[in-house]
């Protein structure tokens, strides 16, 4: 009794060191968060409630309720379209984006020859789309005409290799296969290059995932007879389904903060192209309400099947 006592004790004590550690580890954002961020968060929230006319001196509030919002979601002509189809967008693109970052994951962790350059070569669209790098990749024009010329640009048909699109859709309804699912398959095949550019992060963590799991258990389950579909089912995805969690919420969060995004430009053009603040950050609230929303249903819906390990 007093051996597990002692245990109890040592197990709380480390339990409570690590939590210190991660209390340390995100103190610099906590603090900046509360120092910069919450006055510029309450202000947004109180510019969206009121209308902002600036003069001379500064700008004057007039508090107009939720006048914005009713703006935002009843009158503007493109804002409550454009979320439904970027929702749309990302419902198409998230669940592509994390198979095939797994997919890589599973052959990258392979012991193969020059495993760390192919590891770099799907890592550097991380890079290549952040800050100057993106700004300079978006102006040049040597890229979006091959873009262009590849069917990257616009989703064309054709490919940099001849491949016509509309032959697959063509061969998958002559089998008979459903209108919705070839549609779907299309549609994953015209945006290939968007779902590879963001699935640089996903594998970088699918691989550290897969790096945590023991040997020893998939030796123990070839001796017991699984094969590979087996163990890949039966092992990988539950140890690795809370790194499937994390994920799919970053996913969904950078789908919906891409500086590309559409709601994103929308914002930003009512606010600095045609000086209404007010309307912009009713938006913004709006849009930050709803991926909040479907960020509680995804992590609730796939709480529900995450696999944690305990350890002894």
Same mark, same amino acid.
């Given at each position: 009794?007093?051996? $597990? ?5 040592? =197990? ?6 690590? #939590? ?51 703006? !935002? ?8 379209? $454009? ?10 693109? %998230?669940? !592509? *984006? *994390? *198979? ?30 952040? #800050? ?6 978006? %102006?040049? !024009? ?9 069917? *990257? ?7 940099? #290799? ?56 998939? =030796?123990?389950?070839?001796? =017991? ?26 996913? +969904? ?14 914002? $930003?053009? +009512? ?24 960020? #509680? ?16």
């Amino acid at each position: 009794m007093k051996k $597990d006592a002692k245990k109890k004790i040592k =197990e709380g004590a480390l339990t409570r060191k690590n #939590g210190l550690y991660g209390w340390f580890f995100i103190a610099p954002f906590v603090i900046g968060f509360l120092l910069i961020y919450v006055s510029i968060i309450a202000n947004s929230f109180w510019f969206s409630l009121n209308d902002i006319k600036l003069g001379n001196s500064g700008y004057e509030l007039s508090f107009v309720g939720l006048s914005s919002y009713k703006y !935002a979601l009843f009158t503007h002509a493109t804002f409550v379209r $454009d979320t439904v189809s970027l929702v749309g967008n990302l419902l198409l693109q %998230s669940p !592509a *984006i *994390i *198979i095939f970052s797994l997919f890589i994951a599973v052959i990258l962790n392979q012991k193969m020859p020059a495993r760390g350059l192919f590891r770099a070569i799907f890592f550097l669209p991380v890079v290549m789309a952040t #800050g100057i790098v993106l700004k300079a990749d978006m %102006s040049n !024009a040597v890229l979006e005409s091959m873009g262009s010329a590849a069917g *990257i640009e616009t989703g064309a048909t054709l490919t940099a #290799g001849g491949f016509d699109i509309s032959n697959v859709k063509i061969m998958l309804q002559e089998m008979y296969i459903p209108t919705e699912a070839v549609d779907y398959i299309v549609n994953l095949v015209n945006n290939i290059y968007s779902v590879v550019n963001y699935s640089g992060v996903q594998i970088i963590l699918f691989l550290s995932g897969l790096q945590g799991i023991s040997p020893a258990v998939y =030796e123990s389950a070839r001796v =017991e007879g699984a094969n590979g579909w087996e163990s890949f089912w039966k092992i990988t995805v539950p140890l690795l389904s809370p790194i499937i969690l994390v994920n799919i919420i970053y996913t +969904v969060i950078d789908g919906f903060t891409r500086s590309d995004n559409q709601i994103m430009a929308l914002i $930003d053009d +009512v606010a600095f192209s045609k000086m209404n603040y007010s309307a912009s950050s009713a938006m913004a609230w709006l849009y930050l309400a709803l991926v909040m929303v479907i960020l #509680g249903v995804v992590a609730f819906i796939c709480y529900r099947f995450t696999f944690y390990q305990e350890r002894d």
